[in-house]
């Protein structure tokens, strides 16, 4: 579901967990990326880049990416973050299987699309926030104060029951 916060909650975990690895890097936006002339191969490099801290070989056909990426990443205990990820595809050319990174890898996916994650060890289905937690959210956004003046608690409360408990709307 859009808007629930899925990328946020993964940016948090990762900018936590990233230095207990030997490389980390997120991949944000994938799907939209993925879609520009090249997407899946920049994606590749940004991977690559990230993770080794230096210049990326220069390719521009996805199958030499994934090359690269198994050769250069199968020994590296690594943290990655595939952000909106829409398709099949986006993950076979990103992190094939899980011969591709070295033991103790994680790989975190944020995805609307759960058929997805059949392979996937955990899954976690971030729910949309309860009337109460929106609402004080949405009263911390608007009024810098989880009581706002007697004035606006009727359209706080019109405002978020239109947001439907999306933390991004509420924003």
Not at 36 to 58: E, R
Not at 107 to 112: A, G
């Amino acid at each position: 579901m859009p808007g629930v916060g899925k990328t946020t909650i993964a940016q948090v975990v990762f900018n936590q967990l990233c230095y207990g690895f030997e490389g980390s890097c997120f991949l944000s936006d994938i799907n939209e990326r993925s879609k520009q002339v090249n997407g899946l191969a920049l994606l590749q490099k940004q991977l690559l880049h990230d993770i080794l801290k230096q210049d990326a070989a220069n390719f521009d056909c996805v199958d030499r990416g994934k090359v690269l990426i198994k050769e250069r990443l199968c020994r590296k205990r690594v943290l990655v973050v595939a952000d909106d990820v829409a398709h099949q595809d986006q993950l076979k050319a990103l992190m094939g299987d899980r011969s591709w990174f070295g033991p103790g890898s994680r790989v975190i996916i944020t995805t609307r699309d759960s058929n997805l994650l059949r392979e996937a060890d955990q899954t976690y289905q971030i729910k949309e926030l309860e009337p109460d937690e929106a609402l004080q959210l949405f009263r911390w956004h608007a009024f810098k104060d989880t009581k706002p003046t007697e004035d606006y608690i009727d359209l706080s409360k019109d405002v978020v029951d239109y947001c439907g408990g999306l933390p991004l709307a509420l924003e």
